[in-house]
T-cell receptor, first 111, second 111 residues
Framework: EDQVTQSPEALRLQEGESSSLNCSYT??????LFWYRQDPGKGPEFLFT???AGEEKEKERLKATLTKKESFLHITAPKPEDSATYLC????????????FGAGTRLTVKP | DGGITQSPKYLFRKEGQNVTLSCEQN?????MYWYRQDPGQGLRLIYY???????QKGDIAEGYSVSREKKESFPLTVTSAQKNPTAFYLC??????????FGEGSWLTVV
């Protein structure tokens, strides 16, 4: 069964304290791995898509990387406005219309 | 502006009542989706549609119904058969087998 597991469930950082969020997956035939940011009471906002092991994408203080079994979302020198829940999702080749989502990591950045 | 519009933002359902959540997109996407989000859980797929007049059940379709009469619209009805409907509902759309984009969500509460 396809599984997507995110860790930690919650992470508290001081402003400027870099860290990483993890998304591990067990699927057959990964078509793409997606990262989203979700603010409370809002819909998820798309951040990155990664397609193959070794690929990296960057946006401001965020960098996403992908291996054959997991993805990391690295946050460099975070600011309070980076506080949100970060969701990871996978799309597999044999199921074209369904992404499997992890439960998310709730990030809090204190000033 | 291109995007996905969900309405209403907040909805209250009485026991035994059917309610309908609206979703409209102007992104010209063929595929549309409904997800349910509960605290501490990943997004779960209720229904999806790849094309007008066609839709498929997701993992938790019981107690829900949808229609896809127009490309732009994919309303979700929460029927009285859904015994635990209180949740955050997210509509999404995509080019098939590609990144999914979300609306702002609708809160449904049973009163």
């Amino acid at each position: 069964e396809d599984q997507v597991t995110q860790s930690p469930e919650a992470l508290r950082l001081q402003e400027g304290e870099s860290s990483s969020l993890n998304c591990s997956y067990t699927v057959s035939g990964l078509r793409g791995l997606f990262w989203y940011r979700q603010d409370p009471g809002k819909g998820p906002e798309f951040l990155f898509t990664l397609y193959s092991a070794g690929e990296e994408k960057e946006k401001e203080r965020l960098k996403a990387t992908l291996t054959k079994k997991e993805s990391f979302l690295h946050i460099t020198a975070p600011k309070p406005e980076d506080s949100a829940t970060y969701l990871c999702a996978v799309l597999v080749f044999y199921n074209n219309n369904d992404m499997r989502f992890g439960a998310g990591t709730r990030l809090t950045v204190k000033p | 502006d291109g995007g996905i519009t969900q309405s209403p933002k907040y909805l209250f359902r009485k026991e035994g009542q059917n309610v309908t959540l609206s979703c409209e997109q102007n992104l010209n996407h063929d595929a549309m989706y409904w997800y349910r989000q509960d605290p501490g859980q990943g997004l779960r797929l209720i229904y999806y549609s790849q094309i007008v007049n066609d839709f498929q059940k997701g993992d938790i379709a019981e107690g829900y119904s949808v229609s896809r009469e127009k490309k732009e619209s994919f309303p979700l009805t929460v029927t009285s058969a859904q015994k635990n409907p209180t949740a955050f509902y997210l509509c999404a759309s995509s080019i098939p087998r590609n990144t999914i984009y979300f609306g702002e969500g609708s809160w449904l509460t049973v009163v």
